[in-house]
């Protein structure tokens, strides 16, 4: 689906930002003469960058400032503008929009503080000024933000005290934080590297421009090829699911940087699937199906920035070292293992000519040359030869030392590089070493990655051999609500559980096999369908006010005849009224006791920003303990259903462990799609867990499940 996601009352994504980004002309409103004043740096950093627009300041006091003509309003200037900046106290910001309305400015960016992030006489301010922009058809970036930045024409409409210390170079990097500090901290580490930059924006308060807005536009701005993100949270999750669809679509890669976290939704403490949905496991599953390459750190933000602006991708995962110091040699393959990547040995005839030409050196991979090669330059450029020809690694890591330093000495090592490189073009070529930043500029530009550090370059080879998974389709039009609209009633205890019975009813209905089971009353009934159903048997309380049975006692296992069953309906009696004496008993649930299999966990949480998210995982009751559960975007296909399922670390359990027998995994897909498919066409489902769903080679079964409802105003839903 090609359409933008909408939310109510918002701008289409991304629409109308080339007024922020490319403007005609640009009035600063609250211009002043001072360039360390707010109100000057833009100006002052224009005139040293070269900005060829128009700069119209805006003073009352001021016949010129910083030897630009100045205007007493906004309403003087007679030429065309495009863009406004706001640096004026809170107290007359209003009056200024109103101003810039009246002038058909198309976009503003207000600098000022005292806001949304003040008080809430603030955010109701705020609000006042997006409704005025909103019914103009004005975009705001703002308020309380550091402004922006077109690299490419000079345009620095910030004050951010980066542009003191640093120059920023052009590029393809572009960047939107949310974070105007840590962005342009970050702007100012990369310029040290080397990195270039088209496009940056801080997004403030983002009371009406936002960070998904700002992915969306960049994905299509032909001057940027990879994008950037600071992230502490969004106000929508659709708008952001749509953003990252259309930079994977436009082929640039995106590069987040996730910070803090959101609540969990109502009905978490309620059910496994939600005390384990925690913010920060939804946040990854949504970058994950998004394609994103998530960081942690400043560094490997800007490590992955870095390798992914260069250009350059491996076709795979497999990975070549050669090193002339055996213990760099050692570190860098733990690193690139550490890393998730393919270390596979050289093959015995390639390992056999390395050992011929060099008889010292270490052939497996890593390739140690020894100082072998110091006596010898041309060893150094055929055995590199071998481990591309003859190992065919996709990328190769070449420790070189300081040898750069020496001009001299390390031309014959460039001119080796240089020549291999030109044999094999469609290798990453990743160089580990120190070098002068003359010569670090030199090698990248013929397209070599530098990387000081083993652990950092293997890194960067794992985010540039990431594989794009495919974004989650748009969801067909009433297929479900939006996650806002799912959650306009939600509040604390706004769930209703339905009982064992009526959750199997509604997932058997959606497509979940369960395993053969029939209700008793009482325990004359339960011996009964013991008889019918035919030994062993489990036997499990039946309460809605009970989620997790075996918590209370509540579950008996491997009932073997009528005299077990008859006990273990006295005991489970006792248990309940013992562990929750308020609880409505409604009897018990005899179910054929499943031998074998594997358990797991299959289920779904309505997260309050993303919507319904499914969950897969190796289950049982110890399923919060281990946390080895995966999640993905509802619906999913049956590819990202698969992918879900052996990311998992207990996915070995799944395939054939030891021996045993590898369970049915078509049908496992087609369950956890099913879920999927249930949660997103039906908004009331706030949870619905399946634990333990016993996988089979020949077919699993369900053998308990949990549904979570929202309640409407009628009361429960069923």
């Not at 920023?168 to 970050?186: C, K, R, T």
């Not at 011929?356 to 055929?382: E, K």
């Not at 080879?461 to 799912?486: E, F, M, R, T, W």
């Not at 074998?596 to 969950?615: A, K, S």
Request: glycine residues 10%.
């Amino acid at each position: 689906m090609n359409r933008p996601v909408m939310v109510p009352g918002e701008p289409a994504l991304g629409a109308g930002l080339d007024f922020l980004f490319r403007p005609s002309g640009v009035a600063i409103v609250g211009a002043s003469n001072d360039p360390n004043r707010i109100g000057g740096r833009p100006i002052a950093f224009m005139r040293r960058g070269g900005y060829a627009g128009r700069v119209f300041p805006v003073n009352p006091g001021h016949a010129e400032v910083q030897g630009l003509p100045a205007y007493a309003s906004i309403l003087d200037v007679r030429d065309n503008i495009d863009l406004a900046v706001i640096a004026l106290p809170a107290a007359l910001v209003s009056e200024a929009v109103d101003q810039c309305i009246a002038r058909g400015i198309k976009a503003l960016t207000i600098f000022t503080s005292g806001f949304a992030e003040i008080d809430a006489e603030g955010a109701a301010a705020q609000d006042r000024i997006r409704n005025q922009c909103r019914s103009a058809g004005v975009r705001l970036l703002g308020p309380n933000c550091l402004g922006l930045m077109n690299v490419r024409t000079g345009m620095f409409l910030t004050f951010s005290t980066v542009l003191d210390a640093v120059t920023l170079i052009p590029g393809s990097v572009s960047m939107a934080s949310q974070s105007g500090a840590f962005g342009a901290y970050f702007c100012g580490l990369a310029a040290q590297r080397g990195i270039g930059f088209s496009q940056y924006v801080a997004t403030g308060n983002e009371s009406d421009v936002d960070t998904a807005d700002c992915i969306a536009w960049l994905a299509g701005d032909p001057q940027t090829r990879v994008i950037a993100a600071y992230i502490e949270g969004c106000r929508s999750g659709d708008r952001l699911r749509e953003a990252l669809r259309l930079a994977k679509d436009a082929g640039k890669p995106v590069v987040i940087y996730k910070a803090g976290s959101s609540a969990i939704g109502a009905a978490a403490v309620n059910s496994h699937t939600g005390s384990l949905a925690g913010s920060d496991a939804i946040w990854d599953a949504i970058l994950e199906a998004g394609g994103v390459h998530r960081v942690r750190s400043i560094q490997a933000l800007q490590d992955t920035v870095y390798a992914l602006s260069l250009g350059v991708r491996p076709k795979g995962r497999s990975v070549g070292i050669i090193s002339g110091s055996g213990g760099v040699g050692i570190s860098l393959a733990d690193a690139v293992s550490d890393a998730g990547l393919d270390l596979r040995p050289m093959p015995p005839e390639a390992q056999a000519d390395i050992k011929a030409m060099n008889p010292f050196a270490s052939a497996m991979n890593p390739i140690d040359t020894t100082a072998q090669v110091l006596n010898d330059l041309t060893l150094f450029g055929r055995m590199l030869k071998i481990m591309l020809r003859d190992g065919g690694y996709d990328s190769v890591i070449v420790f070189l030392m300081q040898y750069a330093y020496d001009e001299k000495f390390f031309a014959s090592w460039k001119k080796a590089l240089l020549e291999v490189k030109q044999e094999f073009p469609d290798r990453l070529f990743v160089l580990c070493m120190a070098a002068p930043e003359k010569v670090a500029r030199e090698l990248e530009a013929e397209g070599f990655i530098l990387f000081d550090d083993p652990g950092r370059a293997a890194s960067a080879i794992a985010a540039l051999a990431k594989g794009h998974p495919p974004v989650v389709a748009c969801q067909p039009a009433g297929a479900a609500a939006s996650p806002a609209a799912a959650h306009a009633n939600a509040k604390d205890g706004a769930v209703t559980a339905l009982d064992e019975i009526e959750s199997r009813r509604l997932l058997e209905a959606a497509g979940v096999p369960f395993a053969p089971q029939v209700v008793a009353s009482d325990m004359v009934g339960a011996v009964n369908g013991a008889e019918t159903l035919g030994y062993p048997v489990v036997l499990k309380i039946l309460s809605p006010d009970i989620a997790h049975k075996s918590d209370v006692g509540g579950v008996k296992i491997n009932l073997g005849n009528a005299a077990e069953v008859r006990a273990a309906w006295t005991a489970i009696m006792a248990a309940a009224a013992s562990a929750a004496p308020h609880a409505v008993i409604q009897g018990a649930v005899v179910a054929k006791m499943i031998s074998g299999g594997v358990e797991t966990i299959i289920g779904v949480h309505r997260d309050p920003t993303f919507g319904p998210m499914v969950m897969f995982g190796i289950g049982g009751v110890a399923v919060e303990l281990y946390g080895d559960v995966a999640f993905r975007p509802a619906p999913l296909t049956p590819a990202d259903a698969e992918k879900m399922i052996r990311s998992i670390k207990g996915f070995a359990l799944l395939s054939g462990f030891r021996g045993k027998p590898a369970v049915n995994l078509a049908q496992l897909v087609d369950v956890v799609v099913s879920v999927g498919r249930l949660a997103a066409a039906d908004d009331r489902i706030a949870s619905a867990e399946i634990n333990p769903f016993i996988a089979l080679p020949d077919g699993g079964v369900a053998v308990d499940a949990l549904v979570l409802k929202q309640r409407t105003a009628q009361g429960p839903t069923q």
